[in-house]
């Protein structure tokens, strides 16, 4: 399995924004900010179960992960891969998400809504620049 | 066709790098950072005829552009459509876009290079925030 290479792991552990990629039904590319971690190697995110990406990763489990350093677009990292997703019933997860973003409180979802730990299990991995 | 409101205009006019994601051939979403114009309210990219992203848009046109502003995640905006390409032969456009990023030099393409100019025609429009 491809990995992240370490000059690019200080990049993923500041609280940026990244675009993640999933295959609409119509089969165009839909593409979202959203906060991340990155955790012992491999990038995990939160989704809600009404959400339209939760929904294409049941129907098609592609995912990609792309991350732009603002402060210079010469450093990006993208992740291309295959998502696995495992419920957060607890919310232990989001609120950790939340936590390295600078929240210290749990997500107000809603009543039918559940929360799902999205992980991508790489096949490619792209860096540019020096991280 | 759905257009970009104009509460996005003058994000799309600042020099950002964006995030184009096109299809590779085994299915995953695959996402560079990039250079883009805000042209008369389409987007605009060039590609040398020898990235694979230039290969993959041949092969299926499916491409969606994603601008996250850097100096909040609040401000983004996604155009998910179709990719028409064009020939670039005098290399205008991409000397239009290196412009906007302040070079006014032409790229140093290889001699068997091609230039084209990608246009999105949008089927999906999304922002967020308030530009």
Redesign the interface.
Known sequence: MPTIPESHHALLKRP??C?I????P????????M?FLFVDGAIKFSLLSHRKKYRNLLA?P?????L?D??T?SN?V?V??TATIEPDPDKAFVISVRAQYGYDSPPKDGPDDDRYVITIEP??VNV?GGG
């Open positions: 940026h924004g675009a990629t999933t295959i609409a119509s089969g165009l590319p839909q593409t979202t900010g906060w098609n592609a995912c990609t992960f792309f732009m603002p402060t677009m990006t993208e291309r891969g096949s490619v540019v």
